[in-house]
């Protein structure tokens, strides 16, 4: 009898245990922002420390004076691309462009997305 009562309650646990891993994994997924939904503070930009930040990690790809190489050219990049585009690209990377998302701090990204998006020919 005992028995029973006892495998009962281990199938109910197990159910639950499957309906809660099952519902909770939607969730994850939609826990990545949306780019439509990343807004870049409009912060007064620090020229200074973004062509450091450039110079340490993007010139070897991007080139002297934002003027490309092994990486498209940016020196228009503002006219080209959308903020949260060029947010987007640097913080997450794609098409042969490493993220920077663990490399940057959040001021650092914002930024040098500020910096490029003044990059207007
Ligand atoms: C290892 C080389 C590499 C490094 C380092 C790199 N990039 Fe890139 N980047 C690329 C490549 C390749 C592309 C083109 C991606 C594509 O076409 O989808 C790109 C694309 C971009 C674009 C979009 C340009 C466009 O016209 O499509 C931006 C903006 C950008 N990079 C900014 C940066 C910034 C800022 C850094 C430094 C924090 C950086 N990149 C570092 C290789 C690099």
Redesign the pocket.
């Known amino acids: 009898m005992y028995k029973w009562i006892a495998s009962g309650i281990i199938a109910l646990a197990c159910l639950f245990a499957v309906y809660l891993i099952t519902y909770n994994m939607p969730e994850k997924e939609e826990s990545a922002e949306p780019s439509s939904l990343i807004a870049i503070p409009a912060t007064p930009v620090d020229a200074d420390a973004a062509l450091q930040?450039?110079k340490s990690?993007?010139l070897?790809?991007?080139g002297d004076q934002l003027s490309g190489g092994?990486?498209?050219n940016?020196t228009n990049?503002g006219t080209?691309?959308t903020k949260e585009k060029?947010y987007k690209?640097?913080k997450q990377?794609?098409?042969?462009?490493?993220k920077?998302e663990d490399r940057?701090t959040e001021d650092e990204l914002v930024n040098?997305t500020n910096w490029?998006a003044g990059m207007k020919k």
């Not at 990377?93 to 490493?98: A, Q, R, S, V, Y």
């Open positions: 930040v450039y990690n993007c070897s790809c991007h092994f990486a498209p940016l990049v080209s691309m060029i690209q640097i990377g794609g098409g042969g462009m490493p920077f940057l040098i490029l």
